[in-house]
T-cell receptor, first 115, second 114 residues
Framework: GAVVSQHPSRVICKSGTSVKIECRSL??????MFWYRQFPKKSLMLMAT?????????EQGVEKDKFLINHASLTLSTLTVTSAHPEDSSFYIC???????????FGQGTRLTVV | AQSVTQLGSHVSVSEGALVLLRCNYS??????LFWYVQYPNQGLQLLLK??????LVKGINGFEAEFKKSETSFHLTKPSAHMSDAAEYFC????????????FGTGTQLKVEL
């Protein structure tokens, strides 16, 4: 089956620094990638949709200058949390979609802790 | 707009008992429906999906779900619970376009007791 690799799985960073999370489709071309955020014991909230080669579309209430998304190739999308603060601590999950598929495939998630 | 309602944030069953996790959806177009399982600090694993073919969908690990349009439901069942089924379960809906952007329910924590 289709494999999506997300890296890193865990990251701890200091308040004020930036951190980059990668989402790679290993065996298929992902024209669209989605980024979700999950708060503790909560559901997944869609943050943004990125299409290869174009700007990401952010959901209402998500700060695009805070959460920078780049989808420069058909196999890689990145989420950069800029000037991270403790309230940005969360579990971030990506999913990748290829045309003709009936589902998007999820990465393993990244646990971000900002101290 | 689409939405998903999962009744019961916590469900507890005995090992060997029937598992029933409820999901109701709202969609203005024929939906695609999904059930995912999540173990602590892990990503989502797809259990099964409905994409407008057979209304009774069989998934992995003995789970199945039935799409009932008249009830706008897609409940997840398993005849006999196993300890390893203890996890968080999410129902999700997609309109099938936009690359399968998903709207998730709030999740149901399944506890399996001896």
């Amino acid at each position: 089956g289709a494999v999506v690799s997300q890296h890193p799985s865990r990251v701890i960073c200091k308040s004020g620094t930036s951190v980059k999370i990668e989402c790679r489709s290993l065996d298929f071309q992902a024209t669209t990638m989605f980024w979700y955020r999950q708060f503790p014991k909560k559901s997944l909230m869609l943050m943004a949709t990125s299409n290869e080669g174009s700007k990401a579309t952010y959901e209402q209430g998500v700060e695009k200058d805070k959460f920078l998304i780049n989808h420069a190739s058909l196999t890689l999308s990145t989420l950069t949390v800029t000037s991270a603060h403790p309230e940005d601590s969360s579990f971030y999950i990506c999913s990748a979609y290829t045309p003709g598929s009936t589902e998007a495939f999820f990465g393993q998630g990244t646990r971000l802790t900002v101290v | 707009a689409q939405s998903v309602t999962q009744l019961g944030s916590h469900v507890s069953v005995s090992e060997g008992a029937l598992v029933l996790l409820r999901c109701n959806y709202s969609s203005s177009v024929p939906p695609y429906l999904f059930w995912y399982v999540q173990y602590p600090n892990q990503g989502l694993q797809l259990l099964l999906k409905y994409t407008s073919a057979a209304t009774l969908v069989k998934g992995i690990n003995g789970f199945e779900a039935e799409f009932k349009k008249s009830e706008t439901s897609f409940h997840l069942t398993k005849p006999s619970a196993h300890m390893s089924d203890a996890a968080e379960y999410f129902c999700a809906v997609s309109d099938g376009v936009g690359g399968n952007k998903l709207t998730f329910g709030t999740g149901t924590q399944l506890k399996v007791e001896l």
